[in-house]
């Protein structure tokens, strides 16, 4: 415990170097929000795969959620289709409207429970 006492100035002053970075790095960043939908939309539903492990950690432990995703991921890839086409057809019982929504991206605390 004294030792972690110890290192918190530390941390603090190297987290508050980080967050100044940051800072004056954003200060000029412009956002393009029809690029960026563009971008995410090309990713062919690949940036939702972790809230898709979540998903159906709902039924099923995370190792093999994480798997069964990966594979997914592997066969949209391969096959040039958009991962949620996908999943849908290897199980339509799950509901994935929430999973592969751009909408639901807009509040960054939302999480699919």
Known sequence: MQTDRAALPELLETTGGAIDALARISAGLVVNPARMRQNLEALQGLVFSERLS????????????????????????????????????????????????????????????
């Open 54 to 113: 979540r998903l159906l950690m709902q039924s099923m432990d995370r190792a093999s959620a994480q798997s069964r995703v990966d594979d997914w991921c592997a066969s949209a890839v391969d096959q040039q289709r958009h991962l949620r086409d996908i999943v849908a057809e290897a199980r339509a019982d799950l509901d994935l409207g929430t999973v592969f929504s751009l909408a639901v991206c807009r509040h960054p605390l939302h999480v699919v429970a």
